[in-house]
């Protein structure tokens, strides 16, 4: 397993940019074009700690694993915790920690690329860090976005977060089995959802048992 560290002053550096975030997504472009050369499809899967992010990207490397060679970006600010759980299942996971950055930029994701071998993966998930709000304004250079929320975060979750909504190609809501007994209706979830982005996809899962995850592949064209 690759571990990323993001070195002293690199994030404070780019950060120092006349426009820091058009030239993230300058960079954004260039691993664009490095994945389409290589013909690998990325997902940027988002949403805030605990929502169930790690889970559905195991869920779906288990049932994609015999038609794709799935491979994996994992953020986080410290730990190889959930990079550690899809390494288990035969995946090639790069680690990137963030120290006190609250998201992934594309500058890092260009780093994780260059130690990724991209001629043997077809399917790159890359598990954003744990935020709702840090990014949305950061894209990396994926094809799709993911935003995973779960019941267990309120009813408000989508009003309180609408900027990390408006670039999403999929919502997924999770822990439904919880619903009734946090009282949060996973059907007003979708109708907040609607009012923002009216045209994107939402699925319902329970990413502990799987119920849904069929769905979330369909959503995502895979």
Do not use: W
Request: aromatic share 4%.
């Amino acid at each position: 397993m690759h571990i990323i560290k993001s070195e002293e002053g690199e994030v404070f550096d780019i950060e120092l940019e006349e426009d820091l975030l058009k030239k993230n997504r300058e960079i954004a472009d260039k691993n664009r074009e490095t994945l389409d050369s290589h013909k690998v499809l990325a997902i940027d899967v988002m949403g805030s700690i605990g929502s169930g992010k790690t889970s559905l990207i195991e869920k779906l490397t288990k049932s994609l694993k015999d038609r794709y060679r799935i491979s994996m970006i994992a953020g986080d600010l410290t730990t190889t915790i959930d990079a550690d759980r899809i390494h288990r299942n035969e995946v090639e996971v790069t680690q990137i920690n963030t120290g006190k950055e609250c998201h992934l930029d594309a500058n890092l994701i260009k780093k994780a690329l260059n130690e990724l071998d991209l001629e043997k993966t077809d399917l790159l998930f890359i598990e954003n860090v744990g935020n709702l709000i840090c990014p949305a304004e950061f894209p990396l250079g994926s094809h799709k976005r993911v935003v995973v929320i779960s019941v267990s975060e309120g009813p408000y979750m989508v009003v309180k977060h609408p900027y990390i909504f408006i670039d999403t190609d999929l919502v997924v809501i999770n822990k439904i089995d919880l619903a009734s007994s946090m009282d949060v209706s996973p059907e007003n979830l979708t109708e907040d959802v609607a009012k923002i982005k009216p045209d994107v996809k939402v699925a319902k899962t329970n990413c502990r048992t799987g119920e849904g995850i069929g769905d979330v592949i369909r959503g995502l064209e895979l």
